[in-house]
């Protein structure tokens, strides 16, 4: 069974940079039939696709955050990460990382999610 | 982007009740259409896949239909466990844009 993880802080001040880790277990984070992702949730409202990364490297990032987020992987770790510049109050949300099942791109597993405040 | 509504945005419903909720796409997104439900503080969680298949492990009660930029998905007999929110989204194109949301709660 896949289980994801989040993993990072849980406040961050404005104008910096929130970093985040997913570490992946029960399952190998090299397969070529998945690509790994992060979805934020500002609290009471909907889901966001942030952007999702292939086992090579390769990533695809939701145009309206592009500027500002990059999304790396460490196959070694079995981890994926997450940093999002210059963030605002609009920032604040609950992080998900989730598994991207291959061309078809539906999240299929998905970590239990980490609040992140953005506050001086 | 494609944008993705759901209606209705809430709903209540008694159990044993069959439950229908509608996705619409702004464009064709052929069946590009996956669900989600999600409890309160918990992990969104797939139901339906590509319109209509059922994911691994979930209940025969859901199922999914719809092509192009109309979608459904049905509850045919409402159960306790159920009451959630319930989301759709497109992943046709990136951005991969997610429903606003259906609130499914007890009458």
């Known amino acids: 069974q896949v289980q994801l993880q989040e993993s990072g802080p849980g406040l961050v001040k404005p104008s910096e940079t929130l970093s985040l880790t997913c570490t992946v277990s029960?399952?190998?984070?090299?397969?070529?039939?998945?690509?790994w992702g992060w979805i934020r949730q500002p609290p009471g409202k909907g889901l966001e696709w942030i952007g999702n990364?292939?086992?090579?490297?390769?990533?695809y990032y939701n145009p309206s955050l592009k500027s500002r987020v990059t999304i790396s992987v460490d196959m070694s770790k079995k981890q994926f990460s997450l940093k999002l510049s210059s963030v605002t109050a609009a920032d604040t949300a609950v992080y998900y990382c989730?598994?991207?099942?291959?061309?078809?791109?539906?999240?299929?597993?998905w970590g239990q999610g980490t609040l992140v405040t953005v506050s001086s | 982007d494609i944008q993705m509504t759901q209606s209705p945005s809430s709903l209540s419903a008694s159990v044993g009740d069959r439950v229908t909720i509608t996705c619409r796409a702004s464009?064709?997104?052929?069946?590009?259409l996956n669900w989600y439900q999600q409890k309160p503080g918990k992990a969104p969680k797939l139901l339906i896949y590509?319109?209509?298949s059922l994911q691994s492990g979930v209940p025969s009660r859901f199922s999914g239909s719809g092509s192009g930029t109309d979608f459904t998905l049905t509850i045919s007999s409402l159960q306790p466990e159920d009451f959630a929110t319930y989301y759709c989204?497109?992943?046709?194109?990136?951005?991969?844009?997610f429903g606003p949301g259906t609130k499914v709660d007890i009458k």
């Open positions: 989730a598994r991207t099942f291959g061309d078809s791109n539906y999240l299929d597993y």
């Open positions: 990364i292939y086992y090579s490297g390769s990533t």
């Open positions: 029960g399952g190998s984070i090299s397969s070529s039939s998945y690509y």
């Open positions: 989204q497109q992943s046709y194109s990136n951005p991969f844009t």
């Open positions: 590509a319109a209509f």
């Open positions: 464009q064709s997104i052929s069946r590009y």
